[in-house]
């Protein structure tokens, strides 16, 4: 079986190493690309080196760009590679630009599509991954879901039940492999924190760093919640340079960005983790550490209802009312099902167990499609 594996951002990598590794363990032939959506070593080699994957096989170096700009250039680079390397599966995971791209290119070129984190839905069509997602699954062969919600979207949209597999979290089988590690970082001597004694605060979405006046709110709540809970802030350097500008952030202590372990450490010793970050709300239900989610929705409801986020919007006063009321009334640490370590293994089983996961017409005029091959 030959396998083409997607990373392109920050947010792939934790998730495409236990898929990579399980492939590999069961001698399936695999390419490892990176579309070098993210290139710089504070988003791309610190976690390449400490999550230990291994040097991509193919890099696309593709860099920054708008939307269309970027996923125009990944296809470009992208579909050459698939037409030298004729796989039978394209593994896709999550919902960067890179994501799209790549499936995209693999379904018109008559491979199979397999999408690791299928059914997610925020349902906020403002946002440029909520778009991702949704088309990634529509082109896909495979749906890999993390948890049964996500299957249960993807039923309510007319997928057939052969193409659902719910498989499990593979941010829940990194977190697990290198929890020990991170234990052992050092990151909270470094900074002087003490377990328990601080909160951790990240923002990245657009609607919340983008807008001054959104920000500045924001911040002015998180500075009021600073003089109860000092908060530690791993910030993009965009966005420091945008508070230290303002003077926003008295109370705050601004970080460069982490690296996986070091960041993984100071969550599970932090009191509170405030963030926009869809893979931060899982982290924190995996060490069950209470979280408070800043947007409108989110696209993984279950760390909700079987873990420990809340989702509170952007008011100031709401963040601040939410902030001491969990400070006072932490949540009960609990765990979604199947989010065991053990995501990877699974998806090999799906991936690598034979057949079709869905009949459709599929091109026949190409030279690297699968009816011009011997089945694997």
């Known amino acids: 079986m030959r396998v083409i594996c997607v990373a392109g951002a920050r947010p792939n990598y934790m998730k495409i190493k236990p898929v990579l590794d399980a492939l590999e363990s069961r001698d399936a032939d695999v390419s490892l690309v990176h579309t070098g959506q993210h290139y710089d070593a504070a988003m791309n080699d610190v976690f390449f080196t400490e999550l230990g994957i291994r040097a991509p096989d193919h890099l696309l170096a593709v860099g920054s760009g708008t939307h269309a700009g970027q996923t125009a250039k990944v296809m470009t680079a992208f579909e050459p590679l698939v037409e030298q390397l004729r796989p039978d599966i394209v593994v896709v995971v999550g919902d960067v630009n890179s994501t799209l791209a790549c499936s995209l290119v693999a379904a018109k070129s008559g491979c199979l599509v397999a999408h690791v984190e299928a059914g997610l839905r925020s349902r906020d069509w403002s946002m440029p991954e909520e778009v991702n997602r949704v088309v990634t699954d529509r082109i896909s062969d495979y749906l890999l879901a993390p948890s049964e919600d996500g299957a249960d979207n993807l039923r ?61 709110g924001l911040i002015a709540a998180l500075n009021t919640v600073a003089e109860r809970l000092p908060l530690v802030f791993p910030a993009h350097p965009r966005t420091r340079a945008v508070l230290e500008e303002a003077g926003l952030h008295p109370n705050l202590q601004l970080l460069p960005p982490a690296g996986y372990l070091d960041f993984v450490a100071l969550q599970a010793g932090a009191a509170l983790v405030l963030t926009d970050s869809g893979g931060v709300q899982e982290e924190t239900t995996m060490l069950g550490v209470p979280c408070l989610t800043l947007r409108d929705n989110t696209e993984r409801p ?45 998806i090999a089983d799906v991936l690598l167990g034979g057949g079709r996961a869905v009949d459709r017409p599929r091109p026949t005029d190409l030279p690297h499609s699968r009816a011009d091959r011997v089945s694997p």
């Open 302 to 346: 279950i760390t909700v209802t079987e873990g420990t986020n809340r989702v509170i919007g952007r008011d100031p006063a709401d963040i601040v009312r939410h902030a001491f009321d969990v400070l006072a009334n932490p949540p009960a640490p609990r765990r979604p099902a199947l989010w065991d370590g053990k995501a990877g293994e699974r």
């Open 156 to 216: 309510a949209e007319g997928y057939r039940e052969d193409q659902i597999h719910v498989v499990g979290n593979v941010m829940a089988d990194t977190l697990l492999a290198n929890l020990s590690r991170a234990h052992q970082s050092g990151v909270l001597e470094r900074l002087g924190l003490t377990p328990g004694g601080y909160g951790v605060l990240t923002l990245h979405r657009p609607a919340n760093v983008d807008d001054p006046a959104s920000l500045a």
